[in-house]
């Protein structure tokens, strides 16, 4: 790899004696990266504390200033120093000092630089690295970077995505330079340069220039407004799309109009009309709650403390004295703002308590909401005991006791939060496949819910926690699921079993199992998603315009997508999409079938996902809405390609379809007979040929052919058909009832054409929808059931001619589908041809039906486009931008 004419390694071989001058966390880093590519620390030096903090203004210490000296410093290096440094300490080292400041100079001069980049509404924030002068930030450029201001970004946000980890990058980077000799020295000018300084805000502002303020001036001083005659201070601003929430009026002093107290928060309108929200609010007293309890009434009574608990709160006094080491001793009333607390010292007490008590879910700002010690000890509490948690959800089950329990099943929308009925009060029955009996109603949606439960998804990703929620975070609540699902497993099987007629062994090995394992491998995949980071590549002709260019992976940037999921495995193909889709942050409306709700029903609790059972026009308005960006999609080939006009004509919204199979399954004569026999009937008849990737077509070598089909019928007459909650049950009844009655038409077409019917082909003489497992040989190439799919039980089975390798090939490919595929042989040179030559999107070379939540599941053809599981999945819900830098 060459740099510019110079290899790596003679670019690192210059290396420089360093002192760091100041004290942080990034200085620390900074410390260690530099110590790593070989540079030699010679010396670390803070600034002197005046009562417990670092003393901006003070002088010198002399014996300090002379222990400096004595190090040899070639080079200070200041990361985030902002304090008084005398200038003979500045200009001592033959290279001088450089320092980091977070603005692109000269814009935003001064302490309070990247709040004023989000006050004046930049579009772009970064950092400056420049050499230290005695203004200590108008001194010449040595290097810039910058990052677009994402529209609800605030200081903590772009402080962690950018201005951190890339400041650290380029403080090492800075350094170099200055040893290789190659450091540039750009004067500022006064063309640009501002020193802004804290002023007093109008309300009578566009919405966007309010939402600045608010989260420009974030903790320090505080954005206010005067509500009720008192000044309160708005924390935690995020702008709102053209949905707001309901809630009650509240008059704010100097506003265009009263704001809104809602659920979430407070609402409050620009002069534009368009509105932000304010999480947080902070009276005069210091007293900070949650905006949207402003009218709550009156203090929760205090609870008193157990033994043990009183231990606890002795240790956490502790703590604040180890915090506030200027206060004499922590009384009950003791402010820890007012006693000289900052926004470092709140993270080291929450970190410190976390650290007491494992598993303790506390945020920062829950140290601004109980700001005097005994206040902080009853929030702490009350959160240890779980008393404060929301109100317990409201759900209407419809219970049934079944296979040894009893079964709970939501049957209404979720939307917002909470089940409700459908808006226009209608139901539908759902039935028991193995029976025909009613299992309960459902809630039958309208258009009108699909509306309000993408609206409120809309506002989960604009407001709620969820898109900006730390990815780490995001990950742990899907474990969580996974962990719930895993806990009420025998419960899940069982609504899936007489719901979808699936075998009970079969819905708790693979429906319910593979379900769980797949919220686990995206919650993995989580914090491993590079939001708003990439790798800078050179471009074409970096050498001479000096571009440089990064790819930057975020979210969709939807407020909401959209899943909709067949009826064959309602709660694993639930699972494979919205798994990925809520691992990379996005917000979701999920519809089921129509025939089949419950599972989903079941495990959807969060108003990230909304749930709208079928109704006429459900999924038409889903594919239409323009404030989904993403829709996928398990069905039909017809209906996904009405889906996919759909998305087309209505914004253009991505789309992935996984539709349609006919899966070829190739047996060679040199193939393992027994597990071809077995493997053979589990690619048709696992879960009662109600499968997706169910090999539509056997191709069977002609020499074996006669043996094949006597072994295979052997083992169909050995199945048992029944009741799907027998442990001993193989073959449970077909889905639903017109299902039913399509399979004994397309046996009755395959007769008709002249195939051989060798066994089956009816239903089953007993209550419920049961299809007989179904044998068809001498399908020729043209006929009906060789060309469409039955997905139910049907085996359909042609010869080839022996050694006629490329001409089964032409008659497997010989397909508008593409979604899987098999072969079975010894000979891998064989088996590896074939694969290459399948076009299909999966193919299993002796075995089939084995899918891992790891690999990437999708067809070729008119089986769909794009993936599920894997890696691959969460393209589907990310999107990639390339931003281009002239350096």
């Not at 702490?380 to 329990?405: C, H, P, S, W």
């Not at 077995?678 to 990737?693: A, L």
């Amino acid at each position: 790899w060459q740099w510019r004419g110079k290899s790596i390694n003679n670019y690192y071989q210059n290396k420089l004696r360093l002192a760091l001058i100041g004290q942080s966390l990034f200085g620390q880093e900074v410390y260690t990266n530099l110590r790593k590519q070989g540079h030699r620390v010679v010396g670390v030096f803070t600034v002197p504390d005046r009562d417990g903090k670092a003393d901006p203004l003070g002088e010198p210490i002399p014996e300090v200033v002379e222990a400096y000296k004595a190090v040899g410093a070639e080079l200070n290096v200041m990361p985030f120093c902002s304090q008084f440094i005398p200038m003979n300490v500045i200009d001592h080292p033959a290279h001088g000092s450089i320092i980091y400041h977070p603005s692109i100079l000269p814009l935003h001069r001064g302490a309070s630089a990247i709040n004023w980049t989000l006050i004046q509404g930049d579009k772009k924030a970064g950092f400056s690295i420049f050499w230290a002068d005695d203004g200590l930030d108008t001194g010449p450029i040595l290097l810039q970077r910058e990052c677009p201001v994402e529209p609800n970004d605030t200081v903590d946000s772009l402080y962690n995505r950018f201005l951190f980890p890339e400041g650290i990058k380029a403080m090492v980077e800075s350094v170099q330079l200055i040893a290789d000799g190659k450091a540039p020295r750009v004067p500022q000018t006064e063309e640009g340069a501002s020193y802004e300084g804290i002023q007093k805000k109008s309300n009578s502002k566009p919405a966007e220039a309010i939402h600045n303020w608010i989260r420009g001036h974030d903790k320090v001083p505080g954005a206010w407004a005067v509500i009720d005659g008192q000044t309160v201070t708005l924390y935690g601003s995020s702008m709102l799309g053209e949905s707001v929430p309901a809630g009650q009026p509240l008059e704010i002093e100097g506003a265009s109009q009263p704001g809104v107290v809602t659920k979430n928060g407070l609402v409050l309108y620009g002069s534009d009309s368009k509105a932000l929200m304010v999480k947080n609010l902070q009276f005069e007293d210091g007293k900070m709650i949650s905006a949207a309890k402003y009218f709550s009434s009156g203090d929760t009574a205090r609870v008193e403390l157990t033994d043990d608990e009183k231990k606890i709160a002795e240790e956490i006094r502790d703590i604040w004295k180890g915090i506030l080491s200027n206060v004499a001793a922590i009384e009950e009333t003791t402010d820890f703002f007012k006693s000289g607390a900052a926004s470092m010292d709140v993270v080291r007490l929450v970190e410190e308590i976390k650290q007491r008590c494992v598993g303790l879910q506390l945020q920062n700002e829950d140290v601004y909401m109980a700001t005097t010690f005994q206040d902080f000890i009853q929030m702490f509490v009350r959160r240890l005991r779980g008393e404060d948690q929301e109100e317990e959800m409201v759900i209407d089950y419809a219970t049934k006791d079944v296979n040894n329990m009893t079964v709970k099943m939501p049957w209404q929308c979720f939307i917002n939060g909470k089940f409700e009925d459908a808006e226009n009060g209608k139901t539908a029955n759902t039935i028991n496949p193995a029976d025909g009996s009613v299992i309960c109603k459902v809630a039958y949606a309208s258009v009108g819910d699909v509306d309000r439960a993408v609206a409120a998804a809309k506002e989960a990703f604009e407001v709620g926690p969820w898109g900006r929620m730390n990815p780490r975070d995001r990950g742990t609540l899907l474990y969580k699921l996974a962990d719930l699902m895993e806990e009420h497993q025998e419960e899940l099987a069982t609504i899936e079993s007489i719901d979808s007629g699936a075998v009970y062994t079969l819905a708790l090995k693979t429906h319910v199992g593979m379900s769980i394992q797949t919220f686990r491998y995206f919650a993995g995949w989580c914090d491993k998603i590079q939001m708003f980071g990439g790798v800078f590549q050179p471009l074409h002709l970096a050498e001479l315009w000096h571009l440089l260019t990064v790819s930057v992976v975020c979210f969709l940037g939807a407020s909401v997508c959209a899943i909709v999921i067949p009826w064959n495995y309602p709660l694993m193909m639930l699972a494979w999409k919205s798994a990925a889709c809520l691992a990379a942050g996005n917000t979701l409306v999920l519809k089921p079938a129509q025939v089949r709700t419950h599972t989903p029903a079941y495990i959807t609790t969060d108003s990230v996902v909304d749930f709208i059972p079928a109704g006429g026009m459900v999924g038409q308005r889903l594919s239409d809405h323009p404030d989904i960006r993403k829709l996928g999609f398990t069905g039909s080939t017809p209906i996904g390609k009405q889906i996919m006009k759909s998305c087309a004509l209505s914004n253009l919204k991505k789309v992935s379809l996984e539709l349609g199979g006919k899966s070829p399954l190739i047996i060679f004569s040199d193939c393992d007979m027994d597990k071809a026999v077995r493997m053979g009937m589990s690619s048709v008849f696992f879960n009662k040929g109600e499968n997706c990737i169910a090999a539509g077509r056997l191709f069977v070598e002609e020499s074996i052919h006669d043996e094949y089909i006597k072994r295979v019928l052997e083992e169909i007459k050995k199945m048992k058909v029944g009741d799907p909650l027998d442990r001993s049950t193989e073959h449970g009844p077909q889905n639903h009832k017109a299902h039913m009655d399509k399979l004994v038409e397309y046996c009755e077409v395959g007769v008709k054409e002249g195939a051989t019917l060798v066994y089956g082909g009816k239903q089953v003489d007993r209550p419920g929808f049961f299809m007989e497992p179904t044998l068809f040989t001498d399908v020729e190439d043209h006929m009906f059931i060789a060309k469409e799919e039955s997905f139910g039980p049907i085996m359909v089975v042609s010869k080839f001619k022996d050694g006629d390798i490329d001409g089964v090939l032409n008659r497997a490919n010989d397909t508008e589908f593409g979604l899987a595929s098999g072969v079975f042989t010894r000979d891998i040179n064989k088996a590896m041809y074939v694969s290459e030559r399948l076009d299909a999107g999966t193919v299993f070379v002796n075995t089939y039906n084995k899918t891992d939540v790891a690999s990437p599941f999708g067809g070729f053809k008119q089986s769909g486009f794009g993936k599920d599981l894997g890696e691959d999945a969460l393209n589907e819900y990310l999107r990639t931008k390339a931003v281009t830098v002239e350096y």
